[in-house]
């Protein structure tokens, strides 16, 4: 029996401990308890304003996924059991969106499904039986009142058939009970909606070996080519469907200015019997091995939790603060298999989910804090190798778009970040085969950069870089409306310098740990750098105690107090920033860019500052960065804090695991948003889960508390 216990009753979390109750199967089995349980109350999971707020998530590392809220009823396009990728990891569709169930007990019946109709209306209305919510060691679990009875439901994704496991638990009850799960397929691109579908599944059920199905989802409009779905149900009898259930409203497309109409086919019923204790699953999924075997559920689920503890194992975080198990945990999520250009096994970093693809930007910020700071510097090898593969005169892919893979090539900050991260796996891996292998490419970009590149892209006769091309964003700060760049930053951005200098500093640090240079580098390299060093000094501004944005633009020198000097005064290896100005500086980002667990884009003492983040499209565009506040600028601002005072920084890290707290519970649980309000109360906003809030927070974190993974001993 799963005991909830009130912890904190204005977020209404609670704690979760596993009773020894002996009618639950689960509660015998060797990995039954989480090792990190996140707990939603009634109020908090099954209100339709609460239990819509917070979402989980669940992915194969292929950028196949399932996401929801944890009141099971859908606001977003995205919001489904099984979204695939076609071309992993990305080109990924809408396959089945949810699963209605009934649980038949003696003559009464009740719904576990929500769904929200266009006129308003929520029928079934299953919210009303949830008890509660709990992210059990990253694993999403719902716990069902009916009547005396109480039912649990789990979802969990397998990564190799990259398929999604639904598992219902009668955990309390008298008499068994029947369960007819009603299976809903679509097929569509996940950006996409299709409200006047006429397409019809084709369903076929097999016995031979295990209870199994096919579902055909037939080529249309929003899906170049048909998709086959494989379904496992052992015990289970399946019977085929082929009814479309229109008009189910989805409250944040709505919110957000899009359509906001989906429908969705019911193509098979999969109808159970459970016994008190019995646990029976249903596996659906685009491999044909799926039909191939006969998998017992609780064997399904020891063996994903067995998973989940061995990454904690490799992060060194077991006995660990709570909230860093908790960003380890979802940091594995954004891990994808990204074939290399040859053919050969690589790996890529989604940027968040639901929406994102993989960012070349995103994911050099990310990696160090996803997979150093979690002892996977194997995988950080491949994620650096995939995309240096795709370099092109010195630039990295900037994304990988979902509609046609094709990479785009528009951020002048991707080839400095990789460079840093690449030297960083480096120190970490100690494989100096490896990085022979990339140093010419790492070379490529410092060249590609000093000659002058596509952009405007280039080293300017002072040491800086400079960048600019009308009508184009090159930095993070990329938000466009239209023709209208947001925030254009022409000229030269303090963080691309900034980076610069790192990325130069990063190789020498390279040569000191063993790699072979040519002299000719070497001196190619201390030149450059002695030049940027020399002119940093320029973007200091005694008028406001701290950095300029940009100097040298359209305009001149751009006085806005923005983040971006943060890049200046958190260096990898060696800083170069006067420590007075860095005090100054830093206290100027306390004072009026800093919230509890993010950093504004803007000070709110500039008329174009945007505190709220909401509307339609443009409206959030244009605050975008105009005062939005982000996560992974809080990672960046510790860092700059524990290297310049590291008493201030650990207790500035202490602070934020506090907040920490609160933001996993909130949002995206057990994740990390996208971006958050600018103004109080500071609600999460954007993309629930995104990789560089995760990442920049995990590797802050643990540089300030010295923790986790093959980083920790050289930061002590």
Not at 265 to 294: D, M, N, Q, V, Y
Not at 323 to 331: D, G
């Amino acid at each position: 029996m799963i005991l909830l216990t009130p912890i904190d009753s204005e977020t209404h979390a609670f704690q979760v401990s596993l009773g020894c109750m002996q009618h639950t199967a689960l509660g015998d089995q060797p990995h039954a308890t989480p090792h990190e349980t996140i707990a939603i109350s009634r109020r908090g999971s099954a209100d339709l304003i609460e239990g819509t707020r917070r979402e989980w998530l669940a992915t194969t590392g292929s950028g196949d996924y399932a996401i929801g809220t944890t009141a099971l009823l859908a606001t977003r396009r995205y919001h489904g059991l099984l979204v695939g990728a076609m071309r992993a990891p990305i080109g990924r569709r809408m396959l089945v969106p949810f699963i209605d169930e009934t649980v038949t007990i003696g003559r009464q019946e009740y719904a576990l499904a929500s769904r929200r109709w266009s006129d308003g209306s929520v029928e079934p209305d299953g919210h009303r039986s949830i008890l509660g919510f709990a992210l059990e060691g990253g694993i999403p679990a719902w716990t069902f009142e009916l009547g005396s009875t109480r039912l649990e439901k789990r979802i969990i994704m397998l990564r190799d058939e990259r398929a999604v496991v639904v598992l219902w638990t009668l955990a309390e009850g008298s008499e068994p009970i029947t369960l007819d799960a009603r299976v809903f397929v679509e097929h569509r691109g996940q950006h996409q909606l299709d409200p006047d579908a006429s397409w019809v599944p084709s369903v076929s059920v097999h016995l031979e070996s295990g209870v199994h199905a096919r579902i055909e989802l037939p080529a249309n409009r929003f899906a170049a080519d048909p998709t086959t779905l494989h379904v496992a149900a052992e015990g289970a009898t399946l019977t085929p469907a082929a009814s479309w259930w229109r008009r189910h409203a989805l409250s944040e497309e709505r919110a957000r200015g899009y359509d906001a109409q989906g429908s969705a086919c019911h193509a098979l019923t999969a109808s159970f019997t459970l016994a008190p204790g019995e646990t029976r699953a249903i596996i659906i999924g685009l491999s044909p091995k799926i039909s191939e075997t006969t998998c017992d559920p609780n064997t399904l689920l020891a063996h994903e939790r067995a998973r989940r503890s061995a990454l904690l194992e490799r992060a060194d975080l077991i006995g660990a603060e709570s909230e860093l198990i908790s960003l380890c945990l979802a940091a594995d999520h954004f891990i994808v298999r990204r074939a290399r250009k040859d053919g050969s096994e690589g790996r890529s970093i989604i940027a968040g989910f639901p929406w994102f693809e993989d960012w070349g930007r995103d994911a050099m910020l990310a990696l160090p804090g996803l997979l150093l700071r979690t002892g996977r510097a194997d995988d950080a090898q491949l994620v650096l190798s995939t995309f240096l593969d795709h370099l092109s005169d010195g630039l990295l892919p900037n994304r990988f778009p979902d509609e046609t893979s094709e990479p785009e090539y528009h951020s002048a900050d991707a080839p400095l970040l990789a460079i840093v991260s690449a030297v960083r796996t480096f120190e970490c891996s100690a494989d100096r085969a490896w990085f022979a292998s990339i140093w010419p490419q790492l070379i490529t970009i410092i060249d590609a950069y000093a000659a002058g590149t596509h952009h405007g892209i280039s080293i300017d006769s002072d040491g800086l870089v400079h960048a600019g091309d009308l009508g184009l964003q090159l930095t993070w700060m990329d938000a466009k409306v239209g023709e209208n760049v947001v925030t254009p930053r022409r000229g030269k951005p303090i963080e691309l310098s900034a980076l610069w200098l790192d990325a130069l500093h990063g190789l020498l640090r390279a040569v000191e740990l063993g790699h072979t240079a040519t002299a000719d580098e070497l001196d190619r390299i201390k030149a450059r750098a002695a030049s940027a060093t020399r002119s940093m000094g320029r973007f200091w501004n005694p008028q406001t105690n701290c950095f300029f944005d940009v100097l040298d633009g359209p305009e001149g020198d751009d006085a806005s107090v923005r983040p971006n000097q943060l890049f200046a005064l958190a260096p990898s290896w060696q800083s170069i920033i006067d420590a007075e100005w860095t005090a100054k500086a830093l206290a100027k980002v306390a004072k009026e860019l800093a919230t509890p667990l993010a950093v504004r884009t803007l000070t709110p003492l500039t008329s174009g500052y945007r505190g709220r983040y909401e509307g339609d499209q443009r409206s959030r565009d244009n605050a975008y960065h105009n005062g939005t506040a982000w996560p992974f600028l809080a990672g960046i601002r510790l860092k700059a804090e524990y290297l310049h005072d590291a008493q201030r920084g650990r207790h500035l890290a202490r602070i934020m695991l506090a907040d920490l707290s609160g933001q996993l519970r909130d949002g995206g649980i057990g994740s990390v948003s996208e971006v958050c309000d600018g103004d109080a109360p500071h609600d999460s906003r954007g993309c629930p889960m995104q990789a560089w809030s995760v990442g920049c927070l995990l590797d802050a974190l643990c540089v300030a508390l010295n923790r986790g993974g093959a980083e920790k001993e050289s930061n002590s």
